[in-house]
């Protein structure tokens, strides 16, 4: 079946970095779109980034636009985030995202906390 696991997530500091991890399995990953999305608390899951099959092309949320990069390995069948110059407003629960067969598949997420 169709597994999406995150990892990588913690407590940084304000300016500081970290990167996520999203394997998948259960699928043809090197086929799909990837996304992550993110859960601020008390908030509504919002989009964060889109990569391309072949990774050939990304976007990204305003917001983050310039702080974060979404890259994928289609070998080891993981999709990343890469996490620069965080605030504490990036704080949130990372899901990775992917449609596969019309459904919409997530994985357990990853906390990201930036505080001092």
């Known amino acids: 079946q169709v597994q999406l696991v995150e990892s990588g997530g913690g407590l940084v500091q304000p300016g500081g970095s970290l990167r996520l991890s999203c394997a998948a399995s259960?699928?043809?990953?090197?086929?799909?779109?990837m996304r992550w999305y993110r859960q601020p608390p008390g908030k509504e899951r919002e989009w964060v980034a889109t990569?391309?099959?072949?990774?050939?092309?990304?976007t990204y949320a305003d917001s983050m636009k310039g702080r974060f990069t979404i890259s994928r390995n289609n070998a080891k069948n993981t999709v990343y985030l890469e996490m620069n110059s965080l605030k504490p407003e990036d704080t949130a629960v990372y899901y990775c995202?992917?449609?596969?067969?019309?459904?919409?598949?997530w994985g357990q997420g990853t906390q990201v906390t930036v505080s001092s």
């Open positions: 995202n992917a449609i596969v067969a019309l459904r919409e598949y």
């Open positions: 259960g699928f043809s990953f090197s086929s799909k779109v």
């Open positions: 990569i391309t099959t072949t990774g050939g092309d990304t």
